[in-house]
C-alpha cells in the first residue's frame, strides 16, 4: 500500500490492490501535461484537441511539421497550450530528444498517448521485406521508446496514465494484414504485461481496440480492398474519442470500439473454428468484389 497524489483532486488515497482500479480514474485535466504521438491527422489530432480543451497542456509528436503546426494554433487560439515535437518515432534517438524536450517545457509527462502508426493489405508474399519491418518500427517500437522515455518519472512521482492505441486487429487476425497484424498484437501483449508491472506504482493503462474508423489512416487503396461490408460499417473518430475519455474516466484497462465487436473475442475463445470460417468467407466474398469491380 502507497500513498498516490493526483492531480487535480484535493487530498491523496491510499491504493491497494482492491482500490486501484477506481483510483486510477481520469477526470480533470486541469493542470496536467499529455504527450499525443500520431497528432498531426486522424485519431491523434482529435486527441490532442479534446485533451486541450478539457484543460490538459499537450506536446504534439509525428513527422510532419506543417501539420503539427495547424494543430497547434488550434489549441492555442483556445487559449491552450502547446508543443511541437517533430519526430519520427521509429528512431529511438529522436524520440529521447523529442521526450527530452518534453519534460524539458512541461516539467513533467503525465499522460502519454501511443497512437502514432501506420497500416497496409496485402498477402505476406507481397510484402516489401523493408516496409514489414518499418511498420514494425513504426507501430510497436515508437511506442516503447516514447515509453522507456516517459515511465521512469511516472513510476518516480507515483502517478500517471498510459494510453496504448492498438486495434481489433491487434486482437483477430485476418488474411492480407500480416505485418499490420503483429505490430498490433505486439503492442496488445506490451500493454497488457506492462500493466501488470506499474499499476501497482500508480501508473494506470488504457488499451483501445478500434474497429474501422474513418480517418486519413484508410487510403483509396485500402477502402477498395476492403469488405463492402467493412466499409458500410465505419464509424466517426469523434465517437471512439469520446469513448476514450470516457474509458479513462471510469478507470477502465481496455476499450474496444465500437464495443459490439468485442463479441469476437468470445466467439474466438469458445468457437475459434467458427470465427476462422467467418473470416475466410467475407475475405473470398470482398475479393470477388475488388475483382469484379464492386462495391
Not at 521526450?99 to 507481397?126: C, K, M, P, S, W
Not at 521508446?145 to 507515483?158: N, Q
Request: positive net charge; charged residues 20%.
Amino acid at each position: 500500500m502507497f500513498a498516490a497524489k493526483h492531480p487535480g483532486r484535493e487530498t491523496s488515497c491510499k491504493l491497494c490492490t482492491f482500490c486501484a482500479n477506481d483510483s486510477m480514474r481520469l477526470e480533470t485535466y486541469g493542470g496536467l501535461s499529455a504527450l499525443v504521438t500520431g497528432a498531426s491527422s486522424g485519431i491523434g489530432r482529435l486527441l490532442a484537441l479534446r485533451l486541450a480543451q478539457e484543460g490538459a497542456r499537450v506536446a504534439l509528436v509525428a513527422r510532419r511539421e506543417a501539420e503539427l503546426e495547424s494543430v497547434a494554433a488550434e489549441i492555442r487560439a483556445r487559449s491552450g497550450q502547446a508543443l511541437v515535437l517533430p519526430c519520427d518515432v521509429a528512431d529511438s534517438s529522436q524520440v529521447a530528444a523529442s521526450a527530452h524536450r518534453a519534460l524539458e517545457h512541461f516539467g513533467a509527462i503525465d499522460i502519454l498517448v501511443n497512437n502514432a502508426g501506420y497500416g497496409g493489405q496485402r498477402t505476406f508474399l507481397d510484402w516489401d521485406i523493408e516496409d514489414v519491418e518499418r511498420l514494425m518500427r513504426v507501430n510497436y517500437f515508437g511506442a516503447v521508446y516514447f515509453t522507456k522515455a516517459l515511465l521512469p518519472r511516472m513510476v518516480e512521482r507515483k502517478v500517471g496514465w498510459l494510453v496504448f492505441i492498438s486495434s481489433v486487429t491487434g486482437r483477430i487476425a485476418s488474411p492480407e494484414k500480416t505485418a499490420y497484424a503483429a505490430t498490433k498484437f505486439a503492442i496488445t501483449g506490451f500493454a497488457e504485461a506492462l500493466s501488470l508491472e506499474v499499476e501497482d506504482a500508480g501508473v494506470h493503462l488504457l488499451t483501445v481496440y478500434p474497429g474501422v474508423i474513418r480517418t486519413p489512416f484508410h487510403n483509396a487503396q485500402m477502402l477498395k480492398d476492403m469488405p463492402a461490408k467493412t466499409r458500410r460499417s465505419m464509424v466517426e473518430p469523434e465517437g471512439l474519442v469520446d469513448a476514450i475519455f470516457s474509458a479513462l474516466a471510469k478507470g477502465k484497462r481496455e476499450l474496444t470500439y465500437p464495443g459490439g465487436m468485442a463479441a469476437g473475442y468470445v466467439v474466438r475463445a469458445l468457437a475459434p473454428g467458427f470465427l476462422r470460417r467467418q473470416v475466410m468467407r467475407v475475405t473470398r466474398k470482398a475479393s470477388d468484389e475488388s475483382q469484379s469491380g464492386g462495391i
